[in-house]
């Protein structure tokens, strides 16, 4: 089982920039790049969405059609460390955002199903 944590979330004005970290720790031995890694958002009275996940291995990455050509998730094995890094942003993108992690899915996907998942960062993008 691994643990996760998010952080850099906060409150930003629409068209600014924000980027999330997840740090995740495990078993001694653990490496990140066994493991597909997604962020997820949820906002008040809405379901939860898929937002962007990155592979084990080779590290392909996919995004939710909202977030195409905005966001982008990139990791630091080394740091045990995913980002996103998210641009111009709208007031739809307000949420909480949760990374999630799964072993044993050579390509991700948002529709998956992830055993792990951390507390949440906030995202408030507003004027």
């Known amino acids: 089982q691994l643990q996760l944590v998010e952080s850099g979330g906060g409150l930003v004005q629409p068209g600014g920039s924000l980027t999330l970290s997840c740090t995740a720790s495990?078993?001694?031995?653990?490496?990140?790049?066994?493991?597909?890694i997604g962020w997820f958002r949820q906002a008040p009275g809405r379901a939860r969405e898929g937002v962007s996940c990155?592979?084990?291995?080779?590290?392909?990455?996919r995004y939710g059609d909202s977030v195409k050509d905005r966001f982008s998730v990139s990791r630091d094995v080394a740091k045990n460390t995913v980002y996103l890094e998210m641009k111009s942003l709208k007031p739809e993108d307000t949420g909480i955002y949760y990374c999630a992690a799964v072993r044993l899915l050579p390509l991700c996907a948002l529709s998956a199903a992830y055993d792990d998942w951390g507390q949440g960062t906030q995202v408030t993008v507003s004027s």
């Open positions: 495990g078993f001694s031995g653990f490496t990140l790049d066994h493991y597909a």
């Open positions: 990155i592979s084990p291995n080779d590290g392909t990455t």
